[in-house]
């Protein structure tokens, strides 16, 4: 992912680093940077919601992330609860 590989490079942060703030391992991370394997819906919206990175850029299925998103942020707004 061009996305992730850029902000680790921009952060100077290590994969190892960077996959146990979002609770996977530096070889997950690295299968994500090389396209080894694509990130789940689940982990793209984690690293949007922890690193700030949009998560339409992680994951090519736009319409299921735009559908995920739009359900966890509208839990968040206030008097859903």
Same mark, same amino acid.
């Given at each position: 992912?061009?996305?992730?590989?850029?902000?680790? %490079? +921009?952060?100077?942060?290590?994969? $190892?680093? !960077? *996959?146990?703030?979002?609770?996977?391992?530096?070889?997950?991370?690295?299968?994500?940077?090389?396209?080894?394997?694509?990130?789940?819906? %689940? +982990?793209?919206?984690?690293?949007? $919601?922890? !690193? *700030?990175?949009?998560?339409?850029?992680?994951?090519?299925?736009?319409?299921?992330?735009?559908?995920?998103?739009?359900?966890?942020?509208?839990? +968040?707004?206030?008097?859903?609860?």
């Amino acid at each position: 992912m061009p996305a992730l590989q850029d902000y680790l %490079d +921009k952060e100077k942060m290590s994969q $190892a680093a !960077f *996959g146990k703030k979002i609770g996977v391992g530096q070889t997950m991370v690295q299968q994500w940077v090389s396209n080894k394997r694509p990130i789940s819906v %689940d +982990k793209a919206l984690d690293i949007e $919601a922890i !690193f *700030g990175i949009n998560a339409d850029l992680l994951n090519n299925d736009i319409s299921v992330l735009e559908n995920r998103l739009l359900i966890r942020r509208q839990a +968040k707004l206030p008097g859903n609860n």
